[in-house]
């Protein structure tokens, strides 16, 4: 994907285009030069020049010329989808999924772009968020490279994990785009062949409020139903424990088998555990390759889930490592499958509470920060520089919540020396980054 320098000018909007009516309502079509791909899954444009009204828009590509619908007005800016194309991008391809389309599902937002283009698009968010947000110069940004890896495997078939809405009829799909509409859906293509072969959409599920399906990495497969949630659902990534509400195992085991940086683990079906069977792999071994632990060294692994970056990094060091985890089931998985490897500790608190509580002190060499899609924050950021360890991996599923942090990190004397992007949830706008930072000057 060729984009030019400056996000703002692919937000331009040529004179030749009709000047837009001020009063816009939900449902009425505009025509718009798209520009640059933006944080969220769509593109920017503008209404009316360069200084108008900013739309963002879905289901477009930069430099299009489309008309798009309005779907949501907001003080000082729109959404929109793009519903007609009259000029495409060479970036476009027919979208596998009959349901990747405006007002259908949600779930996928880049199925309309080329692979490779994908991976570009997720690239220029990443820079973009790095220099806006994060302060970094562009000679910085140049010398770090920044690109998007593939992971093995194709673009489809490859989510191990899907929560599947229901509807007051009882029939289960997924969600639109920011709404709580269910779409019902033959089946979802970027899910896991295993669980596309179960009937999960073809029956009727009159008592449940969701249906959660597991193909673990470890061969099995598990399907449980929630019901009576207290809560709207939230994304089936959000790597939470789920909302409230009764959980009924159906068929599969509760624990289920993932295999993953030379170990076997037993994790909670509705646990977090990395949705690309792939993932897990490459996120140990990108945090190993930055970090490169060393006999004796000691390590924090905050937010540290069932323990997959604490297994690594320990078995290399032979040292102290804590793990820190707020979640009932992520603290029950990290101390069963921690158990055989000595001076590992496992730490059930919030990651600024026991920071602040000294639950966890230093010395410190190593730490492993992999927090929800908030990112970890200035009070965890300022904890953890305060800290003085050698080096920090931080491994992010959102790049402006990384770039936040990297601008607290920037402030307490700390650079970001490598950055290394992977294409973790192909068609969406989701992108997995792991960064290493450094403290200025000598440790």
């Given at each position: 994907?060729?984009?030019?320098?400056?996000?703002?000018?692919?937000?331009?909007?040529?004179?030749?285009?009709?000047?837009?009516?001020?009063?816009?309502?939900?449902?009425?079509?505009?025509?718009?030069?798209?520009?640059?791909?933006?944080?969220?899954?769509?593109?920017?444009?503008?209404?009316?020049?360069?200084?108008?009204?900013?739309?963002?828009?879905?289901?477009?590509?930069?430099?299009?010329?489309?008309?798009?619908?309005?779907?949501?007005?907001?003080?000082?800016?729109?959404?929109?989808?793009?519903?007609?194309?009259?000029?495409?991008?060479?970036?476009?391809?027919?979208?596998?999924?009959?349901?990747?389309?405006?007002?259908?599902?949600?779930?996928?937002?880049?199925?309309?772009?080329?692979?490779?283009?994908?991976?570009?698009?997720?690239?220029?968010?990443?820079?973009?968020?790095?220099?806006?947000?994060?302060?970094?110069?562009?000679?910085?940004?140049?010398?770090?490279?920044?690109?998007?890896?593939?992971?093995?495997?194709?673009?489809?078939?490859?989510?191990?994990?899907?929560?599947?809405?229901?509807?007051?009829?009882?029939?289960?799909?997924?969600?639109?785009?920011?709404?709580?509409?269910?779409?019902?859906?033959?089946?979802?293509?970027?899910?896991?062949?295993?669980?596309?072969?179960?009937?999960?959409?073809?029956?009727?599920?009159?008592?449940?409020?969701?249906?959660?399906?597991?193909?673990?990495?470890?061969?099995?497969?598990?399907?449980?139903?929630?019901?009576?949630?207290?809560?709207?659902?939230?994304?089936?990534?959000?790597?939470?424990?789920?909302?409230?509400?009764?959980?009924?195992?159906?068929?599969?085991?509760?624990?289920?088998?993932?295999?993953?940086?030379?170990?076997?683990?037993?994790?909670?079906?509705?646990?977090?555990?990395?949705?690309?069977?792939?993932?897990?792999?490459?996120?140990?071994?990108?945090?190993?390759?930055?970090?490169?632990?060393a006999p004796g060294e000691i390590a924090w692994d905050l937010y540290g889930g069932a323990g997959l970056f604490a297994a690594a990094v320990a078995e290399r060091t032979g040292a102290r490592t804590t793990v820190v985890e707020s979640s009932p089931t992520g603290v029950a998985a990290a101390r069963a499958n921690l158990a055989d490897l000595s001076g590992v500790e496992v730490v059930a608190a919030k990651v600024d509470v026991a920071l602040a509580r000294r639950r966890v002190t230093g010395p410190?060499?190593?730490?492993?920060?992999?927090?929800?899609?908030?990112?970890?924050?200035?009070?965890?950021?300022?904890?953890?520089?305060?800290?003085?360890?050698?080096?920090?991996?931080?491994?992010?599923?959102?790049?402006?919540?990384?770039?936040?942090?990297?601008?607290?990190?920037?402030?307490?004397?700390?650079?970001?020396?490598?950055?290394?992007?992977?294409?973790?949830?192909?068609?969406?706008?989701?992108?997995?980054?792991?960064?290493?930072?450094?403290?200025?000057?000598?440790?």
């Open positions: 994907m060729t984009l030019p320098e400056r996000p703002r000018d692919l937000a331009e909007t040529p004179d030749d285009l009709p000047e837009p009516p001020e009063d816009l309502v939900e449902g009425d079509r505009v025509e718009l030069r798209v520009g640059a791909p933006a944080h969220g899954g769509h593109c920017v444009a503008r209404l009316g020049g360069p200084h108008g009204r900013v739309v963002f828009v879905r289901h477009a590509l930069p430099g299009e010329l489309v008309t798009a619908e309005v779907t949501e007005l907001h003080r000082g800016y729109l959404r929109a989808d793009a519903v007609r194309v009259h000029e495409p991008s060479p970036d476009r391809v027919a979208p596998p999924c009959p349901w990747a389309r405006p007002g259908a599902c949600g779930g996928c937002d880049l199925q309309h772009v080329a692979e490779d283009a994908q991976r570009g698009w997720k690239a220029a968010v990443v820079r973009e968020a790095l220099t806006r947000i994060g302060g970094l110069p562009a000679d910085t940004l140049d010398a770090l490279g920044v690109r998007v890896e593939p992971l093995p495997g194709g673009p489809l078939g490859w989510r191990t994990r899907v929560r599947y809405a229901v509807d007051a009829a009882g029939r289960a799909g997924l969600l639109q785009h920011r709404s709580h509409q269910v779409v019902p859906i033959d089946r979802c293509r970027i899910a896991h062949p295993l669980l596309q072969d179960l009937d999960v959409t073809a029956r009727s599920w009159p008592d449940a409020d969701a249906v959660e399906v597991v193909a673990s990495t470890g061969g099995d497969v598990s399907v449980a139903v929630r019901r009576a949630a207290s809560a709207p659902l939230p994304p089936d990534n959000s790597g939470t424990d789920g909302p409230g509400g009764a959980r009924t195992q159906l068929t599969g085991p509760a624990l289920v088998r993932e295999v993953a940086a030379g170990r076997d683990w037993q994790v909670p079906a509705e646990g977090f555990w990395q949705v690309h069977p792939a993932a897990a792999d490459t996120l140990v071994t990108a945090v190993l390759e930055l970090l490169r632990p410190v060499d190593l730490v492993v920060l992999d927090p929800p899609r908030t990112g970890a924050g200035a009070k965890v950021v300022r904890s953890v520089a305060a800290a003085r360890p050698r080096a920090v991996a931080y491994v992010a599923c959102d790049p402006v919540a990384l770039a936040r942090d990297v601008a607290t990190f920037a402030a307490a004397g700390w650079r970001l020396a490598r950055l290394r992007a992977f294409d973790c949830f192909p068609m969406t706008q989701h992108v997995e980054c792991v960064a290493l930072l450094l403290p200025d000057g000598p440790h």
